[in-house]
């Protein structure tokens, strides 16, 4: 019987790459293996989109830790290896080329993947989706090539690759079915905002309106939209969301559902399987409902909870959700959960692109994004956490410091 206790985590993303790491740091001295389908060593996605597409940054600096980091401490890494079946009662783990491990405690970090548009042409050549670095290669190859891209979807990946797209100069079209740019989470008046912004850089955006068909002779060379437009381009991006990779934990037979269902632990209800990052819809203290968060923070912060839980610690994961980006020159961080709300506040006019604003729900604060203004999302986050009334006035007054509007200024 082997006395050496095995920890395995699937998936080397952020959340993977964190849980090792704290699974060190908190003294684990057993196995450790990261199952990774990936070819890469773990790596950081918000640059793909950003400075990594456009050129500005190598791919040394997209790695969560150096090469010789997993070796040095002790971290078996299968690269280019998927995990094909999860039996949580043998707690038995086997990857695609039939190797088999045992496991005292599995961490589920397998992330999300982009959705596919189910419509006529999507397979072309010429029809990118963006996730990984590869797919970021790609699509750099492209804006090297220059000419004209059409991106489908105006949420943040699709924003972020049509402002990269048009600083290295290329001709580019929006196409986004809602009125505004990230109109879902940011609603009509903020994502107004984005929209002028792409639209003052010269991004043709045409909202309220689908795709119907990609065309062309084996590489796509028009997209056809719902109301009968025609937009002849060189390739086309779509940033239309994704989907959490849930199909190992379904086969196992561990509760799923937008997600796999994990308590705030981060714990599934398979005794010894943990699952953090994009793939974990994980019970949130602060809301009293389950929350799947597909930002960057909440990998980088569930990874080290998760692996507390995986060596027996009580911690619970109850951050404000926290995410951010970064378009042309202008930079934000959005703070909070705010499915709905009643009304947006801004501090500071949004026509200067240096503002914050707030959306509430009745005198409670639910969420705020700053916009190229820095160092208050941590006074925003307990603004939100502490949930005391606030006047709408004293909100938008720069001249009240926010700190004031928060539970001991209140
Ligand atoms: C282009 C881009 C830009 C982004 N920009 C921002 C940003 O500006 N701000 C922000 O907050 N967030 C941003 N994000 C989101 C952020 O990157 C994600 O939230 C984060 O990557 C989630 O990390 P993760 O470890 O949970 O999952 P992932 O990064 O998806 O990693 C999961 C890994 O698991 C592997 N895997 C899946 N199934 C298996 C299996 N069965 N066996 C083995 N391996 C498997 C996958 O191949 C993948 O490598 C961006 C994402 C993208 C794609």
Not at 17 to 22: L, R, S
Not at 253 to 264: K, M, P
Request: aromatic share 6%.
């Amino acid at each position: 019987m082997p006395t050496q206790q095995t920890s395995v985590i699937v998936g080397g993303g952020l959340a993977g790459a964190k849980a090792a790491e704290t699974l060190r740091e908190e003294g684990f001295d057993g196995r450790m293996v990261i199952v990774a389908a990936e070819p890469e060593r773990p790596y950081e996605r918000p640059p793909l989109s950003k400075e990594y597409l456009r050129g500005e940054a190598g791919r040394e600096k997209v790695y969560v830790h150096e090469e010789a980091y997993y070796a040095d401490h002790d971290i078996e890494l299968r690269l280019g290896r998927s995990a094909v079946d999860l039996d949580p009662e043998g707690r038995r783990l086997t990857l695609d080329d039939g190797e088999a491990i045992a496991y005292d405690r599995l961490l589920l970090t397998t992330g999300a993947e982009p959705r596919r548009l189910p419509i006529p042409g999507a397979d072309l050549d010429g029809v990118l989706l963006l996730r990984t670095v590869a797919d970021s290669d790609a699509l750099r190859a492209r804006l090297d090539a220059g000419g004209s891209a059409v991106v489908v979807g105006a949420g943040w990946i699709g924003s972020e690759v049509a402002a990269s797209a048009r600083q290295r100069g290329l001709e580019v079209t929006v196409v986004e079915p809602l009125s505004v740019p990230l109109e879902r989470v940011l609603g009509p008046e903020v994502g107004a905002v984005y929209r002028d912004i792409h639209a003052d850089h010269g991004v043709r955006m045409l909202t309220g309106t689908g795709v119907e068909a990609f065309e062309g002779d084996g590489a796509v060379e028009r997209v056809r939209t719902t109301d009968g437009q025609e937009l002849a381009c060189d390739f086309v991006v779509v940033g239309v969301g994704v989907e959490p990779r849930t199909r190992l934990a379904e086969q196992a037979g561990i509760a799923t559902g937008n997600g796999v269902l994990v308590d705030e632990h981060l714990q599934t209800d398979a005794p010894g399987v943990f699952a953090a990052g994009d793939v974990a819809n994980a019970r949130h203290p602060l809301y009293a409902e389950r929350l799947r968060v597909e930002h960057w923070a909440n990998a980088l912060h569930q990874g080290p909870v998760a692996a507390r839980a995986m060596l027996g610690g009580r911690d619970s994961y109850d951050l404000v959700p926290y995410f951010f980006s970064d378009q042309y020159d202008v930079g934000m961080e959005y703070a909070g959960y705010a499915p709905d709300w009643d009304r947006v506040v801004f501090r500071g006019d949004p026509a200067t692109r240096e503002f914050i604003a707030f959306w509430l729900s009745g005198d409670r604060v639910l969420a705020g994004m700053n916009v190229n203004v820095w160092d208050v999302s941590d006074t925003i986050q307990a603004l939100i956490r502490a949930r005391v009334p606030v006047d709408d006035g004293r909100l938008a007054d720069p001249d009240v410091p926010l700190e004031e509007l928060g539970p001991a200024g209140g």
